[in-house]
C-alpha cells in the first residue's frame, strides 16, 4: 500500500512535490474508497484506494507517474540491469542552469507485509549521493541503513544501523554508486531488504493506454485459462456492452522471422542474440472473441483483425485490474480513458472503490481529462489532484481539498470553469 510519495528535481518538477493517498478526516463521505489499516504508530490514521490527477497538457500529470515509475525501476533493477559506469537514468529539470546541476530527490513511504517503510534517495545521472531505509514494525522508527558520498574521499560514509537490522558490511561493499543498496541485498538473500524489495518488484505497476504502448492481451487469455478468474474475466466482458458473449483461445506457430520486429518493440532485445538457439518456428496466441448475433448463432471475430480499439484495450485492461484487485496490489494509469467510453471506466473505478470487489485494499492511480469522472458519487474530494505549470515552466501538485469544495458541489462544472485550476489558459482561443 502507498501512502505518500514526495519527489523534486525530475523533468518537469522543480521545488519538492507530495502526493498523499492518506485520507482526510474532514470529507465523511463514500467510506468504501477508504482503507481501515491498524499500522502501529499510525493510529486512526485512514488510507485512500486512489486517486484522479487533472491538469491541462503538458503540466506535468504524467511526470509525476513517471518519478514513481523511476523510482520502482532503479529499485527493481539498479543491481542487475545498470552495468559499472552506466548512468542512472534520472533527469534533473532542465529549465534553469541551477537545477540541471542537482540532483532528484525521491522519498515514498509504504506497506509491504504489514510494516510501514520510508525509501529516499538523492541522485544524480552519475551516482547515488545519499539513500536511506526506515522502517516502522513496532511504530518507532528504526533506521535500518543510511549512506551518503563524501566528494573529498570519494567514499561512502555509513551510518549506524538500528540494532533491529541485519548489518551485511560485505552487501555494502557490494553496492556500486550507480545502484542502490535495497537493490543489492535481495540479490544475496537478505531476509529484511528482500521484504521492502518486494513490494516494488510485486506490489506496484504502471500501465500505460497510449495508443503507441502495447498492452498485450495474453495477461487477460491466460487468466481466463484459469479456473479461478474464468467466471470473473467473462462477466466483465458480457457486462461491458460490447456484445462479447465469450472467448476462445488457439496457440499458433508462426515463423520466427515474423515475430522479431515485434521483438524490438517489447525491448526484449537481448532475446536476438538467443537467435541461433532458438527453434525456426515460435509459438503465439490466436484470440477470438463470441459476438452475440441477430437470429443466427453466436459468431467468432479474430482479436487483432476485426475487434475494434476499444475491444481491444478493455479485454487487455481487464485481467490486470482484476489481478490488481485480487492481489492488492498499486497501480499507476497514464491516460485512462484512451480507447475506452468514460462509463466503462467509471464502472471499473467502481469496483476499485468497492469494499465488496476490492477487500484487499488495491489502490488504482490514474492521469485523466475527463471531468465525468468528477462525479460525487464515484470518488471522494479528497482523491482528486491537480497539475499546472508554473511561469517558469515547472509542475506544480496540489489537492482538491486545498479549495474546501462543499460536500455537494457541482465538481465537473467548477473544474471547467476554471474554479480549481489545472485547464488550458486561452484566452483568445487557438489561431492559425
Excluded at 504524467?62 to 543491481?79: D, K, M, Q
Excluded at 544501523?161 to 548489518?167: A, D, V
Amino acid at each position: 500500500m502507498l501512502i505518500e510519495f514526495k519527489v523534486s528535481n525530475f523533468r518537469s518538477i522543480r521545488e519538492e512535490q507530495t502526493f498523499s493517498l492518506v485520507a482526510s478526516n474532514s470529507v465523511k463521505d463514500l467510506d468504501a474508497c477508504v482503507i481501515e489499516r491498524n499500522l502501529p504508530g499510525l493510529s486512526g490514521v485512514r488510507f485512500l484506494k486512489g486517486a484522479a490527477l487533472y491538469g491541462a497538457n503538458a503540466s506535468g500529470k504524467s511526470n509525476v507517474l513517471n518519478a514513481i515509475r523511476f523510482l520502482e525501476r532503479f529499485v527493481r533493477t539498479s543491481a542487475t540491469k545498470i552495468q559499472p559506469g552506466d548512468p542512472t537514468g534520472t533527469e534533473p529539470f532542465k529549465l534553469d542552469r541551477e537545477s540541471s546541476t542537482k540532483p532528484s530527490e525521491f522519498e515514498i513511504t509504504f506497506v509491504a507485509d504489514g510494516t510501514r517503510y520510508l525509501l529516499g534517495l538523492s541522485v544524480t545521472p552519475q551516482r547515488v549521493l545519499e539513500e536511506y531505509l526506515v522502517a516502522y514494525p513496532k511504530g518507532v522508527a528504526q533506521r535500518w541503513y543510511q549512506r551518503r558520498f563524501n566528494e573529498e574521499t570519494n567514499s561512502y560514509e555509513w551510518a549506524t544501523p538500528s540494532s533491529g537490522f541485519s548489518h551485511d558490511k560485505d552487501l555494502q561493499e557490494k553496492t556500486r554508486e550507480n545502484a542502490l543498496f535495497l537493490s543489492v541485498g535481495p540479490q544475496f538473500n537478505h531476509p529484511q531488504l528482500t521484504q521492502a524489495f518486494n513490494w516494488f518488484k510485486n506490489k506496484l505497476h504502471f500501465i500505460h493506454l497510449d495508443a503507441d504502448e502495447d498492452l498485450e492481451p495474453g495477461f487477460t487469455a491466460d487468466l481466463i485459462k484459469e479456473s479461478n478468474s474464468h467466471d470473473h474475466i467473462l462477466n466483465l466482458l458480457k457486462s461491458a456492452d460490447i456484445g462479447v458473449m465469450g472467448a476462445s483461445f488457439q496457440e499458433k506457430k508462426i515463423d520466427w522471422h515474423e515475430v522479431s520486429k515485434k521483438i524490438f518493440t517489447l525491448e526484449a532485445l537481448s532475446l536476438l542474440e538467443m537467435n541461433e538457439k532458438l527453434s525456426e518456428f515460435v509459438r503465439t496466441l490466436e484470440i477470438k472473441l463470441t459476438h452475440k448475433a441477430d437470429k443466427m448463432d453466436p459468431v467468432s471475430l479474430d482479436f487483432d483483425k476485426e475487434e475494434s480499439a476499444g475491444t481491444q484495450r478493455f479485454f487487455a485492461l481487464i485481467g490486470p485490474w482484476t489481478d490488481i484487485l485480487d492481489k492488492g496490489s498499486t497501480v499507476f494509469i497514464d491516460e485512462i480513458e484512451t480507447s475506452l467510453h468514460p462509463i466503462l471506466v467509471r464502472e471499473l473505478l467502481k469496483l476499485s472503490f468497492n469494499s465488496e470487489t476490492n477487500p484487499k485494499g488495491a489502490q488504482v492511480v490514474f492521469t485523466t481529462h475527463n471531468p465525468i469522472l468528477l462525479d460525487n458519487s464515484i470518488m471522494r474530494r479528497d482523491q482528486i489532484w491537480f497539475t499546472e505549470k508554473t511561469p517558469a515552466g515547472a509542475t506544480h501538485l496540489y489537492p482538491l481539498t486545498d479549495y474546501q469544495p462543499r460536500k455537494d458541489e457541482a465538481l465537473a462544472k467548477g473544474y471547467l470553469a476554471g474554479r480549481y485550476g489545472a485547464i488550458p489558459y486561452l484566452p483568445e482561443g487557438l489561431k492559425l
